[in-house]
């Protein structure tokens, strides 16, 4: 789909240049942080989070026991009372349920771990479905926010460790509301408490190792092996399926998972992180760690045997003398305010555009969802009229340019019947008739492509709205008049034509008492129907505020066109 979209901007940029021409209108790896704060030290004893998860396989680490590695350190305290003790830990897992009227997420006894998160609010689209069951975020046999332990250069999952919850269900419903899990073997133990919010995604983290003494120890988190699928265009789905990264310095990176092989591990550079993000088309599972602090220390992925999936996992610093670890989990969908709200440039998730115009798309397009959520929510407007009252508004912002550019083709069509003497009399030094004509638009103080640069100002909304309907929530699922789903195609193909229509009366109108050779004037009749075939598999909304500031063009064009023919010689203008 981007590359229709890049073909069709072609296109309009090759018919703008040429109506104003033929007629006168590998980084290495960062470890992660030691337990003091700093780098860690590259001894035989300690390794990096990021050197253990490369190390390790799925099976060695399955293999782990906690109770092993904590034997490993020899100034453990109780390391062999910990041995005696593991069997035991060991037991059958039961489900917790932590539900609130967004959410119901299931936790696994089992490793403390997120093993189901249903959104109740949202309904999956995928297999053809509109308004069956709810969204889930975790895959079959996956899991989110499990924890493994990186320790004296052992890393140990801890899977297979039942821990004891709090409770077995958890109703959130009037503030907030807390989950703890806790384990212990021998003296040692892991505890993890998750604080729930009833009107957010958002999930406070703590959690710590006791009974070691003064040891720093490193804690990996895990983001599972990538969203479920919830969307009606499973390409488009998987082809968003990415692990996000934002580095202590603002740098955003993202990391495709269908470009992994099965096996392939691949840290991710750029460490320390403030966040670490697992995403899909709308979905997010992140782990976000406190502005202050060492960050996360490594972010890891490993490829699997599923097409559009890898392993995550991002490691966490304790350092040594440390009460323990905290972060903020978000598992839900990429709801622009609430995203921003968790802070650290979480909201900038989405890449938005291509890496090399995304200095531009994403700052650009983080305003255009602004403010049209900012209209449906003041104006208590349905998206779809405040994608037309957005296309309107725009065509009227733009509207002084686009005179400005008219004026300047009139000025341009003055000039002709000089240009063309030029034209006889230079005809066989190009670069003399070059010259002569520049010097013409400077004494009369027109310039060459002032009727064609305000031609384009209108692409970069275009360009960035396509990439706002790519990911943003707000329009998924949204029906507007016979349309289903405004961030999907029409599926009557209605908007398109109309789309077509207007772009084809706008062109008739523009090009009335202009002097066009028949080329041309071919082409700005076929380009329309082209436009609709490429428009017909995009977004049904941006189709609508492309037709909508397409008519709200045709009364200025209209006014242009009749100035443009009173400003031509009698004997010169076209009888239509």
């Known amino acids: 789909m981007e590359r229709r979209l890049l073909l069709a901007i072609a296109l309009m940029v090759g018919v703008m240049i040429l109506s104003n021409v033929f007629f006168p209108p590998t980084e290495r790896p960062v470890a992660p942080a030691s337990a003091d704060g700093g780098q860690a030290p590259e001894t035989p004893e300690t390794a990096t989070a990021a050197d253990e998860l490369t190390r390790l396989t799925a099976e060695e680490r399955a293999a782990q026991d906690v109770a092993a590695v904590l034997a490993e350190a020899e100034e453990t305290p109780a390391a062999e009372d910990v041995t005696e003790e593991t069997a035991a830990a060991v037991r059958e897992s039961s489900i917790v349920t932590v539900r609130s009227e967004l959410y119901e997420f299931r936790f696994d006894t089992r490793g403390a771990r997120l093993v189901g998160a249903t959104m109740l609010a949202h309904r999956n689209f995928a297999e053809g479905g509109h308004g069956g069951r709810n969204v889930e975020l975790v895959r ?298 520049m010097k013409l638009f400077r004494e009369h103080g027109v310039n060459p492509l002032g009727g064609c640069l305000p031609m384009f100002l209108p692409l970069p909304i275009l360009i960035t709205l396509f990439f706002v309907f790519q990911n943003t929530i707000e329009f998924r699922g949204v029906p507007f008049l016979w349309l289903p789903d405004l961030s999907l195609r029409d599926p009557l193909f209605v908007v398109p034509v109309l789309m077509g229509g207007s772009m084809l009366l706008l062109n008739w109108i523009t090009q009335r008492g202009m002097q066009t050779n028949a080329q041309m004037k071919m082409i700005s009749y076929v380009l329309p129907v082209v436009f609709t075939f490429f428009f017909a598999n995009f977004a049904a909304g941006l189709n609508l505020y492309y037709t909508a500031s397409n008519i709200m063009s045709l009364p200025q064009q209209m006014y242009l066109s009749r100035e443009r023919r009173k400003a031509q010689p009698p004997s010169s203008r076209k009888k239509e």
């Open 140 to 437: 079959p046999d996956d899991s989110i926010l499990a924890y493994a332990l990186t320790l004296r250069g052992d890393t140990v999952s801890l899977g297979s460790i039942a821990f004891t919850a709090s409770t077995s269900t958890l109703e959130v419903r009037d503030g907030p509301a807390e989950l703890r899990f806790e384990a212990a073997v021998g003296e040692v133990t892991f505890d993890v408490s998750y604080r729930f919010h009833p009107d957010d995604y958002r999930i406070d983290v703590s959690g710590g190792l006791r009974g070691l003494g003064e040891v720093g120890h490193v804690v990996l988190v895990g983001l599972g092996r990538g969203i479920e699928r919830n969307e009606a265009v499973p390409r488009e789905d998987r082809a968003a399926m990415s692990l996000v990264t934002r580095s202590r310095s603002g740098q955003i990176a993202a990391e495709r998972l269908d470009r992994l092989d099965e096996g392939e591990t691949r840290p991710v550079s750029g460490s320390p992180f403030s966040w670490a993000a697992s995403k899909s088309k709308y979905w997010l599972a992140a782990v976000v760690v406190p502005p202050e602090g060492p960050g996360i220390g490594g972010v890891m992925l490993r490829g699997v045997l599923e097409e559009d999936a890898a392993e995550m996992q991002a490691a966490l610093p304790v350092p040594a003398g440390s009460a323990g670890f905290e972060y903020a989990a978000y598992i839900g969908p990429q709801d622009f305010a609430r995203l921003q709200a968790v802070g650290q440039e979480l909201h900038n998730v989405n890449p938005v555009g291509w890496r090399w115009l995304r200095w531009f798309t994403r700052p650009f397009g983080n305003l255009i969802v602004a403010i049209l959520i900012w209209m449906h929510e003041s104006f208590a407007l349905a998206y779809g009229w405040v994608l037309i009252l957005f296309g309107v508004a725009s065509r009227i912002i733009l509207s002084p340019l686009f005179h400005i550019s008219g004026r300047a083709q009139m000025k341009q069509m003055a000039l002709q019947p000089e240009i063309k003497k030029l034209q006889e009399r230079y005809k066989g030094d190009p670069q003399r008739l070059q010259q002569e004509q």
